[in-house]
């Protein structure tokens, strides 16, 4: 399951992990983002243990959007040692998420 990052965990989920991390910008209006949303949940459980996935509610967590330069929904960005590696914005299929991580674990 997709953890959820918030401003105040973020640091610590995000930014210190040792592993690849997939971050979905999300909010629940947002159309496309109920179209990712599953698609994030199914990475989840494929690359559990090998990677960290989790979601970003932008209305409950301004903070965090406002410092990634998040203007558009959804946005999902790839983090590797705490810097971000990678950027999908709008809905795309899972393919291009997984191969995103993938590259990372390299």
Same mark, same amino acid.
């Given at each position: 399951?997709?953890?959820?990052? #918030?401003?105040?965990?973020?640091?610590?989920?995000?930014?210190? $992990?040792?592993?690849?991390?997939?971050?979905?910008?999300?909010?629940?209006?947002?159309?496309?983002?109920?179209?990712?949303?599953?698609?994030?949940?199914?990475?989840? #459980?494929?690359?559990?243990?090998?990677?960290?996935?989790? %979601?970003?509610?932008?209305? $409950?967590?301004?903070?965090? $959007?406002?410092?990634?330069?998040?203007?558009?929904?959804? #946005?999902?960005?790839?983090?590797?040692?705490?810097?971000?590696?990678?950027?999908?914005?709008?809905?795309?299929? %899972?393919?291009?998420?997984?191969? %995103?991580? #993938?590259?990372?674990?390299?």
């Amino acid at each position: 399951m997709a953890l959820t990052f #918030t401003d105040a965990n973020f640091e610590e989920l995000v930014l210190k $992990s040792d592993k690849p991390v997939l971050v979905d910008f999300w909010a629940e209006w947002c159309g496309p983002c109920r179209v990712v949303g599953p698609i994030v949940e199914e990475l989840a #459980t494929d690359f559990d243990g090998t990677a960290v996935i989790g %979601k970003v509610d932008v209305d $409950s967590n301004p903070n965090i $959007s406002m410092q990634y330069g998040i203007r558009n929904i959804p #946005t999902l960005l790839v983090f590797k040692n705490g810097q971000v590696v990678d950027k999908q914005v709008g809905a795309v299929p %899972k393919a291009v998420l997984a191969g %995103k991580l #993938t590259a990372q674990m390299a």
